[in-house]
């Protein structure tokens, strides 16, 4: 069995322009020392998965710099490895003369690199979606029931606040063929979405490209999925794991304070056999002096602590002043913060300085956000 895989890095930029502004959704960081790539990346390499592209579209550098020659996840190699697909912009035809828009096009940018692949199969995965997922078995799936393609899919609740208004609907049988696929309506009851994460055969992926060039289609999900759903053969794979989406800023925020607790922790983070992989910083242990009081909290290494924090999560490098209280706060990595800071549901990106004596607030549906660089 011979898979590839492929990665989306910007498809949902537009869903936290806050953090995206600066970086790809894929570089965007996430659980004190992570970046949102690492775990579909991971999935793959802990699932054998050993060439895999990245395909780009704009602010990739800080991608760049976190990859490397992707040696932390066993991918630099002679043969296969890891590879950033940058934006491809044709003379002619569909994407003439601009960068990609849609899910299809940007496949259809990346063609040189699937038809080059002698893998028989493609799995492909954005970056919002956050499991520890083993594509093995998915895998085994699709060839065990001779499908096209494979999409997993998630069970949501009505209470539910991790939908993207970008969401797809998966009807399916009791044989979980895909039967039909909708966009989501906000506010609508939605059963089962997809996770954006699938497997396809690589020759029928070549195929749609090619038909979708010739008669202009851009949609992946309403031009290739609904249109063939009943003549070809789509099946969903039903993921019942930890399963978290970044879908805004009140998101990212909710959704990464979650991680305090560790059932949720212990599901996203996977266990020896499937680790999270992302790239390795040597910084010394975080030093705690004798006025530090930590509850609750989720620190990186290389941080230094002095003052006080609450059910928050601090990301390498942060510096707590003497008499700081920091509470169910994300400090990016780098954050410094003077003597006598106060603050609660804030957000910091990375290299931001919070000078003595402030006082900041947000509330948990509407976090405080300070750009990358700042200073207060």
Known sequence: MEVAGLIFSNIHNSSIPELTGVRTMASVPFGCRYRLVDFPLSNMVNSGITKIGIITHNNYQSLMDHIGTGKDWDLARRSGGIKILPPFITTDGVNKGRLYTSRLEALMGVTNFISRCTEDYLVLSDCDGICNLDLSKVIDSHIENGADVTIVTRKVSTESMDIAETSKVVTADDEGRIRDIVSYIPGEVADEISTNIMVINRMFLLNVISDAGAHGYTDFYHDIIAARAKKAKFYRYLYEGIYIQVTSLVSYFQNSMKLLDPAVRNGIFGTEKTPVYTKLR???????????????????????????????????????????????????????????????????????????????????????????????
């Open 282 to 376: 040597n910084s010394a242990p975080t030093r705690y002096t004798k006025d530090a009081k930590v509850v609750n909290s989720y620190v990186a290494d290389g941080c230094v602590i002095e003052g006080t924090v609450e059910n928050s999560i601090l990301f390498r490098g942060v510096q707590v002043g003497k008499g700081t209280v920091i509470k169910n706060s994300i400090l990016l990595q780098d954050t410094f913060t003077g003597n006598n800071v106060t603050l609660n549901c804030v957000i910091t990106d990375k290299n931001v300085v919070v000078r003595d004596g402030r006082m900041l607030s947000g509330h948990e549906s509407m976090p405080f956000f300070i750009p990358k660089g700042s200073m207060v």
